[in-house]
């Protein structure tokens, strides 16, 4: 109840002062010369988020921006008057058609929790605390209480939560922060961290890897870090498509909003292109660092906490950016190095472009990322990051299709980036995996697998491990199977399908610590491979009316497993199935029409239903008849 008044006198207050929300406009300027370039300079214009072809920019200026361009003399052109009325012009799914493509779209990317919100497919800021409280509700042991880290402008609460094992116990273990929505029309950074804060606790347990980091680091997740801009874009846009992007800071002036982005208090203000000292502007940087509320909370949030490694999320351009921000350059080594072998890691399968601001887009002072990492004093430095989620085409607020594609082609960066290669150093306390590990099952065992490997005996650190100490979990095809005591060394699985291929997972826990290895794999088919081994050694004594073959029958499938159930070798010649022979004959006696030479292979037949018929083995010729003074070659279709 309460915090619906607040909005409701935050809105009152908003809309008294400023009664219509600002048009935003896609606009293409030409750029053509370096006279254009210094004119562009001159007015003032500090652009975000642009699209750069040879001759032009395409970009989203505000009323009071484009202005601005108009005196600058520059040739432009107007593409799109009106975002938001193009947005609201152009949604093309009724409630009840997303609804059909949520269910589409959580059975398509194997997720249940995640799904989409009434605000053009995103979550609102209600709707996000409410999807908080579910993932506590549904997974206490491994998310804490959503936790108010301090009030935005307006007096809404910045939330944050805790994804660990012991989610409400501070482990020591390495933290590592998630922030979005800095920028209020960036809804896609939201959905990005909860997709991923979805994907963590749906599959802890099942995915070694998943496992591994939920044990052994403290993930902080702060979703909607604007959300009084972000609750003015739902007022002015309910279904989606607000261009709002600052906090709602009255300038005084009748003009709104700081970019919170460009606020921060490390190298804050340096120059006027990294940031804009004019309020009307959408990169203006405030009064002062830390001038606004929500940068205080996230800086006091930092100094508390122990934060290695961060995310802050934004959207849009397929890029993964890391300091410096301010100027052209990175880091001091061997961070820079660090920074690189980092990012290369984040950006193998999404192959986002990665390096710092100015090399990717434009120079940006005031930015979280070089508060994090560039404050050394307060606080330790934060290798921090900012993914720009989505493409131009995408833009602000992609279509709803393109949510879970977005969201999921960044679970490996977040991922790698917990990992913290280079900056988190291997928990020496962590156990070594099993070695040698294997699984086996023949013809004898067609539904059971033998599972076996060689137990470890010490930590990474080289402390021994005693087999009383440890337990070897297995998981199969992604679902937890077994839990072996150490010293053990194997586990039968029973109750297969005979023929069906399963893939294990194997890791050591240690019972006292809970802390666990990487994870090996072995994999094997139940009853061994069905599929005979190629007969070998297939040879040919010719003479003038018959082809004499003989070869060896195979004894093994092709995984190495004994072949029980052989029931013919099959005999081709020039390609053409012309008998068989049974096991044990090993021979063959072809009377074929005298004067050609034949090509001659076979195969090994079981008895199974459907059969099993090997690769060919290999393929001799001979030439049947008298005389062999010339050799004619006989396709497959000149012999029937
Ligand atoms: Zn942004």
């Known amino acids: 109840m309460l915090l619906t008044g607040i909005i409701l006198i935050a809105a009152g207050q908003s809309l008294q002062a400023q009664p219509q929300p600002p048009k935003y406009s896609e606009v293409k300027i030409w750029i053509s010369s370096p006279a254009d370039a210094q004119a562009l300079q001159q007015a003032n214009l500090v652009l975000d988020h642009f699209h750069a072809a040879p001759d032009h920019i395409e970009t989203v200026l505000n009323e009071y921006e484009l202005a601005k361009l108009q005196q600058s003399g520059l040739g432009y052109e107007v593409l799109i008057p009106d975002l938001s009325a193009h947005y609201e012009a152009n949604i093309r799914r009724t409630p009840a058609e997303l609804k059909i493509l949520e269910k589409e779209m959580q059975e398509q990317y194997n997720v249940s929790g995640f799904g989409f919100g009434s605000m053009g497919g995103y979550y609102t800021f209600d709707e996000v605390v409410a999807q908080l409280d579910s993932m506590r509700l549904n997974y206490p042991n491994l998310i804490s209480q959503r936790?108010?880290?301090?009030?935005?402008?307006?007096?809404?609460?910045?939330?944050?939560?805790?994804?660990?094992?012991?989610?409400?116990?501070?482990?020591?273990?390495?933290?590592?922060?998630?922030?979005?929505?800095?920028?209020?029309?960036?809804?896609?950074?939201?959905?990005?961290?909860?997709?991923?804060?979805?994907?963590?606790?749906?599959?802890?347990?099942?995915?070694?890897?998943?496992?591994?980091?939920?044990?052994?680091?403290?993930?902080?997740?702060?979703?909607?870090?604007?959300?009084?801009?972000?609750?003015?874009?739902?007022?002015?846009?309910?279904?989606?498509?607000?261009?709002?992007?600052?906090?709602?800071?009255?300038?005084?002036?009748?003009?709104?909003?700081?970019?919170?982005?460009?606020?921060?208090?490390?190298?804050?203000?340096?120059?006027?292109?990294?940031?804009?000292?004019?309020?009307?502007?959408?990169?203006?940087?405030?009064?002062?660092?830390?001038?606004?509320?929500?940068?205080?909370?996230?800086?006091?949030?930092?100094?508390?906490?122990?934060?290695?490694?961060?995310?802050?999320?934004?959207?849009?351009?397929?890029?993964?950016?890391?300091?410096?921000?301010?100027?052209?350059?990175?880091?001091?080594?061997?961070?820079?190095?660090?920074?690189?072998?980092?990012?290369?890691?984040?950006?193998?399968?999404?192959?986002?472009?990665?390096?710092?601001?100015?090399?990717?887009?434009?120079?940006?002072?005031?930015?979280?990322?070089?508060?994090?990492?560039?404050?050394?004093?307060?606080?330790?430095?934060?290798f921090s990051m900012t993914p720009e989620v989505?493409?131009?085409?995408?833009?602000?607020?992609?279509?709803?299709?393109?949510?879970?594609?977005?969201?999921?082609?960044?679970?490996?960066?977040?991922?790698?980036?917990?990992?913290?290669?280079?900056?988190?150093?291997?928990?020496?306390?962590?156990?070594?995996?099993?070695?040698?590990?294997?699984?086996?099952?023949?013809?004898?065992?067609?539904?059971?697998?033998?599972?076996?490997?060689?137990?470890?005996?010490?930590?990474?650190?080289?402390?021994?491990?005693?087999?009383?100490?440890?337990?070897?979990?297995?998981?199969?095809?992604?679902?937890?199977?077994?839990?072996?005591?150490?010293?053990?060394?194997?586990?039968?699985?029973?109750?297969?399908?005979?023929?069906?291929?399963?893939?294990y997972d194997l890791y050591t826990r240690v019972t006292a610590t809970d802390s666990i290895s990487e994870a090996v794999g072995a994999s094997w088919i139940a009853g061994g491979s069905p599929v005979p081994t190629a007969p070998a050694g297939l040879s040919c004594i010719p003479s003038t009316s018959q082809a004499m073959l003989s070869w060896s029958d195979p004894t093994t499938q092709i995984d190495g497993t004994p072949l029980d159930d052989l029931d013919h070798i099959n005999i081709y010649r020039n390609g053409i199935l012309i008998g068989s022979a049974a096991p044990g004959a090993e021979s063959y006696t072809d009377t074929p029409p005298q004067g050609f030479t034949y090509d001659y292979y076979i195969t090994a037949v079981d008895n199974e239903n459907p059969p099993n018929e090997s690769a060919p083995g290999n393929t001799v010729n001979c030439f049947v008849g008298d005389t062999p003074n010339f050799m004619v070659w006989v396709g497959p279709d000149a012999t029937g």
């Open 147 to 382: 936790e108010s880290i301090g009030l935005s402008l307006q007096g809404r609460d910045l939330w944050a939560v805790r994804i660990s094992d012991n989610p409400d116990l501070n482990e020591g273990e390495p933290e590592i922060l998630y922030t979005a929505l800095h920028h209020a029309r960036e809804p896609q950074s939201m959905a990005t961290i909860v997709y991923f804060m979805y994907y963590l606790l749906e599959n802890y347990g099942t995915n070694p890897d998943v496992t591994y980091l939920v044990n052994n680091r403290e993930l902080y997740f702060v979703p909607v870090l604007n959300p009084d801009g972000y609750v003015y874009n739902q007022q002015t846009n309910p279904n989606g498509g607000g261009y709002w992007r600052k906090n709602r800071r009255n300038n005084g002036n009748g003009t709104f909003g700081v970019d919170l982005n460009r606020n921060y208090g490390f190298q804050w203000g340096y120059d006027n292109s990294g940031s804009s000292p004019d309020p009307g502007d959408e990169t203006y940087r405030g009064t002062a660092a830390f001038s606004e509320p929500e940068t205080q909370v996230i800086r006091d949030f930092c100094n508390v906490h122990t934060f290695k490694l961060g995310l802050n999320y934004h959207s849009y351009q397929n890029i993964l950016i890391y300091p410096w921000g301010y100027i052209n350059a990175l880091p001091p080594a061997p961070d820079d190095g660090i920074f690189i072998a980092l990012a290369e890691d984040m950006t193998q399968f999404n192959n986002y472009d990665h390096g710092n601001s100015t090399q990717l887009l434009y120079p940006v002072n005031g930015s979280s990322d070089d508060w994090m990492y560039g404050e050394q004093t307060t606080k330790d430095k934060i």
């Open 390 to 503: 989505g493409s131009f085409f995408d833009g602000f607020w992609p279509d709803p299709n393109r949510i879970f594609p977005l969201a999921e082609e960044n679970v490996y960066l977040n991922m790698a980036l917990a990992r913290g290669e280079g900056v988190i150093t291997a928990d020496s306390l962590d156990p070594l995996p099993p070695a040698n590990p294997a699984a086996y099952s023949d013809y004898t065992t067609p539904t059971s697998i033998q599972i076996n490997w060689i137990d470890p005996t010490s930590l990474a650190n080289g402390d021994p491990l005693l087999p009383g100490e440890f337990t070897i979990e297995i998981s199969r095809d992604g679902s937890p199977l077994a839990s072996v005591n150490g010293g053990m060394q194997g586990y039968t699985d029973s109750g297969l399908n005979d023929g069906q291929e399963y893939n």
